[in-house]
């Protein structure tokens, strides 16, 4: 059955940013369909991507793309003190950190931009994901075992006594039986024909749509089933299932995130969203871990027993030049240098967990904010007679960093941040017979 085929709407917005009915961006409206498509997947998902408001919503940290029929809405980061930011730069930088986290392929990034008219995000995954399916299936799909139980000509397998009775009673030729089966239906082949089912129901380009029914045809069909987080993390690394990671974890982000609309059937909805947070710790560690040789190690995710049965976890360890440091990434827009409490709190258990002689609190640098030196966390200037002799003093030093440089994504950030170690230098740490804060 042939439908019509309307061009999506690119809608672009920042984090944070307030959207409400009637609305208007780069030429479209935010209606009040794409207001309740919203506001029931906002239910079904716990509010996590935003904040319903009335007759609107408040976008959180979590920046991506969510399309509601023929509208697709870009949330993009926001690190610029100007009101109205360049929502184009900051798309690339989007794009790019993606890249650089390895969430977008990076072989396919650029020729698949070259290709795209909108260049939007969800387009782009949608893009790689049909290219490694067509990969796929010129490579070949894998075969793979499963049970099947049923009636056959032939006895094969094991006959199943009881089911054989109850059906063949009247047909002694047949044979009732359970036995092993070599085709293309198992659960990986399902997962990629549920993600190309999704990308049929969306609103898509003529060409993209052509290509999922050519591709569809050749996996098999099987019934409609809910997929779950499990589904995904069963399987393993092996000779036959490591040409289909890519597209599986596209697959992943489609299956998962669907929401179909089974009211009217015209605004479904699907979100590709990131966590901002994560995506800056994780862009930071890797900056970080390309720079790694004999005087840099860089770990990120180190665990180390707390409370009972919980556990600390820093968000990155560094060893450079044999002192150690831990570095703490906060996705938060400052206007001073005075960080938080909780954010102190949290970086000082870290030190003296870690035995780190100076903690990095890194934000994004948004207001031009110098860099502070290492600060001690004890007030020892003011109480140097409570010191004893060896003891420590941990330090703590708040950083800014540049995410954008000439309009474009910081490159250099790792050795921003390397620099910076080397720029401070600290106090002693050892209190001798006098402090040195005296």
């Not at 029914?213 to 069963?234: G, V």
């Amino acid at each position: 059955m042939n439908r019509t085929i309307t061009p999506t709407q690119l809608l672009q917005v920042f984090e944070h940013q307030t959207l409400c009915i009637g609305d208007e961006f780069n030429g479209y409206t935010f209606s009040k369909k794409h207001f309740h498509a919203l506001a029931r997947y906002s239910e079904k998902h716990g509010g996590k991507y935003y904040k319903l408001l009335f007759n609107g919503v408040k976008f959180s940290h979590y920046v991506g793309a969510i399309q509601i029929g023929h509208l697709t809405i870009e949330i993009l980061p926001k690190a610029d003190k100007k009101e109205n930011a360049d929502a184009n730069q900051w798309h690339d930088v989007l794009m790019d950190m993606l890249k650089e986290c390895r969430l977008i392929k990076v072989e396919t990034l650029a020729s698949a931009r070259l290709q795209l008219r909108t260049n939007s995000i969800l387009e782009l995954y949608f893009e790689i994901f049909l290219r490694e399916i067509e990969k796929l299936l010129r490579k070949g799909l894998f075969r793979s075992y499963r049970k099947v139980a049923g009636n056959v000509k032939f006895l094969k397998g094991k006959l199943i006594f009881h089911k054989n009775i109850q059906k063949n009673f009247a047909h002694q030729e047949r044979f009732y039986a359970e036995y092993q089966q070599y085709d293309y239906d198992h659960l990986l082949n399902r997962i990629l024909r549920s993600a190309l089912d999704v990308l049929e129901t969306l609103v898509l380009s003529p060409s993209l749509l052509s290509r999922v029914k050519e591709m569809k045809m050749y996996f098999p069909k099987a019934r409609k089933r809910k997929f779950t987080e499990r589904d995904f993390i069963q399987f393993t690394n092996n000779r036959k299932t490591s040409s289909y990671q890519t597209a599986l974890e596209i697959a992943r982000l489609l299956v998962l995130n669907f929401s179909p609309d089974l009211r009217g059937g015209k605004h479904h909805l699907l979100a590709i969203m990131f966590d901002m947070n994560v995506l800056f710790e994780e862009y930071v560690f890797r900056q970080l871990k390309r720079l790694e040789n004999a005087d840099l190690e860089v770990k990120r995710q180190q665990r180390k027993p707390f409370f009972q049965r919980r556990k600390i976890q820093p968000d990155i360890v560094l060893t450079y030049f044999g002192k150690q440091y831990v570095l703490d990434t906060k996705w938060k827009v400052m206007r001073n240098a005075k960080p938080s409490m909780t954010d102190l709190k949290q970086i000082y258990v870290y030190n003296k967990y870690f035995k780190a002689e100076r903690s990095l609190l890194l934000y994004p640098n948004v207001y031009e904010i110098k860099n502070l030196p290492p600060i001690p966390y004890h007030p020892t200037e003011k109480f140097p007679s409570k010191l004893k002799e060896n003891d420590e003093i941990m330090f703590c030093q708040i950083c800014f960093l540049d995410i954008k440089l000439e309009n474009k994504l910081n490159r250099n950030l790792g050795k921003d941040i390397l620099r910076t170690l080397q720029e401070f230098a600290i106090p002693t740490h050892k209190v001798t017979s006098r402090s040195p804060y005296e």
